[in-house]
């Protein structure tokens, strides 16, 4: 891979119920979920023993305790889990400081040029694992390749405790049989349009031809087209610039008046203020999203000419929006709000203006 970068992806598993497996003995080998165990709780990760069952993330405890009678339900901990990522994080930068964080457990690495001179990305990525196992006494995947798309496909083929390595030779051949929802950028929707287009994996995807994906997916278009043929140029980025802030909340009743429902819309302007705050994020467009008894959902967005950051400028934006919205007779089962549409801080604009200046 010698004129290739060398990129490890590494993606922990089953993360936040390893952790509690970890920390609780009578919790090993047995089906764990994180998450409330009331009926409307969703079930943020499930441990390998409650997957057998068809547990996964983002499922309603409902569901998941239908699918495994024994199902054991544990609180998140999120004070721990962030304590093991920056733990996991000191053990990255051990190798490198071009580190990406991803989430919380994962994050992509760039060693092409690496702290220990070590020539094979694959003895790093496998002394990261033995450091996660003997420190942390956790499990991670690791992916290998030359770029971050394949790098993560790669932690994908082994999981868990797995160890891949997508050679440059190979890829195309692996990417030919890929499902299209696994490409990066392609979710649900996209992945359906694409079904109906004759794609499903990343062999039709080459086939179509990059005039084709370009006419029916814009821009997209062409990185899919690159992914396709291997080709993925982003940079591992140590820095992420947020985009937005945001909070969302799933009640116990479905409302159906605006009257019941302003207190809620109230109380979640407040966190978003308050999220607002301890991040530093400045924007000026707020989107409120609501979910309606029957699942479906809608989003309205309103950009405004200056910041927003307190709650009563909050509530002025949204109010309105939300009293315009005909509540559907299923009632209001979740609501969010965001608050996007980044303003650049004036040190920032003034060092991108400057040269014009001068
Ligand atoms: N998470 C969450 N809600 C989701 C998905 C994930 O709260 N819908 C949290 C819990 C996970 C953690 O993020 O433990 C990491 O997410 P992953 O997608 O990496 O899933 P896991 O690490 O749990 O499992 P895997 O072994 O498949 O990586
Ligand atoms: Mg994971």
Request: charged share 30%.
């Amino acid at each position: 891979m010698d004129d290739y970068r060398k990129i490890i992806h590494i993606d922990m598993d089953a993360f936040y119920a390893s952790v509690e497996q970890r920390d609780n003995p009578g919790l090993r080998g047995k089906p764990v979920v994180v998450g409330s165990p009331h009926p409307r709780g969703v079930v943020a990760t499930a441990s390998y023993e409650a997957r057998k069952f068809g547990v996964h993330s983002a499922m309603s405890s409902l569901r998941a305790r239908q699918l495994c009678p024994d199902l054991i339900f544990v609180p998140l901990r999120m004070g721990v889990y962030k304590r093991v990522s920056s733990a996991l994080h000191s053990i990255f930068s051990r190798y490198t400081d071009l580190i990406e964080p991803v989430s919380m457990d994962e994050a992509f690495l760039d060693v092409t040029h690496n702290k220990k001179d070590m020539e094979w990305a694959k003895d790093i990525a496998l002394e990261i694992k033995d450091a996660i196992r003997n420190e942390l006494n956790l499990t991670a995947s690791a992916g290998i390749s030359y770029n971050k798309f394949l790098a993560k496909i790669a932690s994908d083929l082994r999981k868990p405790d797995g160890l891949s390595v997508i050679h440059p030779v190979n890829a195309k051949r692996i990417i030919a049989r890929l499902p299209v929802e696994l490409f990066w950028g392609v979710g649900k929707v996209t992945a359906e349009k694409m079904h109906g287009l004759g794609i499903f994996t990343g062999s039709d995807l080459r086939r179509k031809g990059r005039l084709f994906l370009v006419r029916h997916f814009g821009k997209a278009g062409l990185l899919y087209a690159d992914f396709a043929q291997g080709i993925d140029c982003r940079p591992v980025e140590p820095f992420r610039i947020r985009k937005s802030v945001g909070c969302e909340e799933t009640y116990e009743r479905d409302d159906t008046t605006h009257d019941l429902l302003y207190p809620k819309l109230l109380r979640l302007a407040e966190e978003l203020c308050l999220r607002i705050k301890r991040t530093g994020f400045r924007g000026h467009t707020l989107v409120l999203k609501i979910k309606w008894g029957n699942f479906t959902q809608i989003t309205r967005s309103r950009t405004l000419d200056r910041e927003i950051s307190e709650t009563d400028e909050i509530m002025e934006v949204v109010w309105p929006v939300f009293r315009d919205i005909r509540i559907h007779e299923t009632g209001v089962r979740l609501m969010g709000l965001t608050l996007t549409g980044r303003v650049y801080p004036a040190e920032e604009s003034l060092q991108l203006c400057f040269p014009f200046f001068e």
